[in-house]
């Protein structure tokens, strides 16, 4: 039901785009995030989207770098990714919380709904 995208090899520095396109699902019930895991680590929070994409929250590893927006007439979510480092290395996964469990983006377990995950790998 979700279909991650847009990932790749890129140079430090560079920028890079992922897509999350969800299918069977009320999109606008959903709030989105992003989560990313690094090799022989475990899955942490990176960003997520509220409903109506008015209110996000950002890792402070990516604050100022990652921007996540959606499109709710397209049922797609978005991580626009810039100054990406080595560290940023890792599987990026979207996922989809209910909006009946409350605004709580960084708690993994209250997301419902997983994509298939997209390598990004920085380096030069």
């Known amino acids: 039901q979700l279909q991650a995208s847009g990932g790749g090899l890129v140079q430090p520095g560079g920028s890079l785009r992922l897509s999350c396109a969800a299918s069977?699902?009320?999109?606008?019930?959903?709030?989105m995030g992003w989560f990313r895991q690094a090799p022989g680590k475990e899955r942490e929070f990176v960003a997520a989207i509220n409903w109506n994409g008015d209110r996000t929250m950002y890792a402070d590893s990516v604050k100022g770098r990652f921007t996540i927006s959606r499109d709710n007439a397209r049922n797609t979510v978005n991580l626009q990714m810039n100054s990406l480092k080595p560290e940023d290395t890792a599987v990026y996964y979207c996922?989809?919380?209910?909006?009946?469990?409350?605004?709580?983006?960084?708690?993994?377990?209250?997301?419902?709904?997983w994509g298939q995950g997209t390598q990004v790998t920085v380096s030069s």
């Open positions: 069977g699902l009320t999109f606008h019930s959903y709030y």
């Open positions: 996922a989809a919380q209910s909006t009946r469990d409350g605004w709580r983006p960084s708690q993994e377990i209250r997301y419902a709904y």
